[in-house]
């Protein structure tokens, strides 16, 4: 009984990392039908934990809508100016909240990453985050992060 117990958790561990996704060049604000209000918060939101400063937030984020479990979401990625050299670029999670993009990183620095996953679990109703970091060329790191009520935390 073991041997088909180990099989079932490689399966399945195996199925999670397949299902790693990306923010894709061509996933724009525009893309995402955004209003310009919508926008302006997400922008916002995004200045406050950048850790550089574009010439155009536009055409430095990729934006992808999501369903976050009892909200919806929007992934947001940089694609230049905020990314590594090792193909990590950082990463945002927006909930709509009474109406308003919130980041669901609070205040504090969004992680790098090259692909995130949302689910299958969730906690406290929205769906927990998974993201592969590549460490070198021939590894990756990867950090799950919950839902404490108002922010992500890496857990």
């Known amino acids: 009984m073991r041997p088909v117990k180990t099989i079932l ?9 397949a ?21 302006q918060e997400i922008i916002a939101g995004v200045e406050k934990s950048a850790f550089d400063t574009p010439d ?9 809508r999501v369903d976050l479990g009892n909200a919806p979401g929007v992934v947001v990625r940089g694609t230049a100016l905020l990314c590594g050299g090792t193909g990590n670029c950082q990463i945002w999670v927006f909930r709509s909240v009474s ?3 919130v980041s669901l990183f609070g ?4 992680p790098v990453a090259e692909g995130f ?7 406290q109703g ?27 935390r890496a857990k």
């Open 9 to 17: 958790v490689f399966l399945a561990t195996s199925a999670a990392f």
């Open 99 to 101: 109406g308003k993009w």
């Open 107 to 110: 205040d504090a620095g969004a």
């Open 117 to 123: 996953q949302l689910g299958p679990t969730a906690t």
């Open 56 to 64: 155009s937030w536009e055409k430095e984020l990729r934006v992808r």
């Open 126 to 152: 929205i769906k927990d985050l998974t993201i592969s970091a590549n460490v070198s060329a021939e590894g990756a790191k990867r950090t799950t992060y919950k839902f404490e009520g108002k922010v992500y």
């Open 19 to 39: 299902q790693m996704q990306s923010v894709g060049l061509n996933e724009t604000f525009s893309f995402a039908k955004l209003s310009a209000k919508e926008v």
